[in-house]
């Protein structure tokens, strides 16, 4: 984010992560290998003392139509955060504790979306944030318009790609340049709306992919809408881009991390760049994540507020969902918080 921007049956949570982890076990014969380091049952007491803090925090801020207005930023991305890091904790969103929140937020998000387009906007960031809490919903949360309204937001996201000039997305749907930050959303959106089992075809994303690469630069950075002025935060949501597509081992990558990892600039926006380089790190290694995830618990915890939230540019809101969001890793209850 740069300045001026801005039908399946209810499955519970844990029985959903469950299945899916049942469903990816390697044959008998094959080695056990561990997909993280640590596990969910071993979160750190800190964390999940500041993570319910912060959650009772955006219930109740939460508005009665389920949105949580903020004076910088256009609310259905803010909804859409809120809702996915109440869903990252891992309660049952159907009879649990958020469950009020989480259906409130969701009803507010879907009511959000023109029927006939699946644009759920004012901008593509509030489309492509909108889109992956309907896909992190979808299947765990029983509400039968989430199917239908994910298929149509999914549907939005590859038709303005495929009017693009550059295989990407800007601003809004009739924009036909690009640029990484805005064009981050809507690839973690679709890669999770693949993991929910919504069609996605692989050449949206190798295509999506390609654009990310173009920006690069040669010390391995991120630019804005070419190859130039790379910073850590759009170089973190290209590292997770690459890593959620499987391209790990790629050298763009690893030369994408080395800058990460090497960054001294101070994000504009914190909690944004801590959402994106949190699930960063914790795909590219074990050890990286550790590092990174200690540090990050103990400046959230040195910042966060009395009330349980974290303050900053557009709000305590955004702020604080995406502060959650970044420890949320710890949890891992999330399909999209996978190695």
Known sequence: MDAGALNMAPLNLNAARTLLALACLAPASAPAQAPFSGSPESVPAQVERMYVKGMDFLVRTQSPDGSWPEEQMNRPAIAALAVVSLLAHGDDPNFGPYKPAIHRGLDFILKQQVPASGYIGPTMYNHGFATLALAESYGAVDDPRLGPALRRAVKLILTVQQASSFNAWRYSPEERDADTTVSGAQMVALLAARN????????????????????????????????????????????LVMALAKEKNSAAFQSAFQFLRTSQEKAQYPAYFRYYASQAYFQASPEAWDQWNHQNIIELRASQAADGSWDGPIGPAFNTAGSLLSLAVNYRYLPIYER
């Open 196 to 239: 929910a089992g919504v069609p996605v075809p692989e050449k949206s994303i190798q295509d999506g992919l390609h654009y990310y690469y173009s920006c690069q630069t040669a010390n391995g950075g991120i630019g804005y809408q070419n190859a130039s002025a790379p910073n850590a935060t759009r170089t973190a949501i290209g590292c």
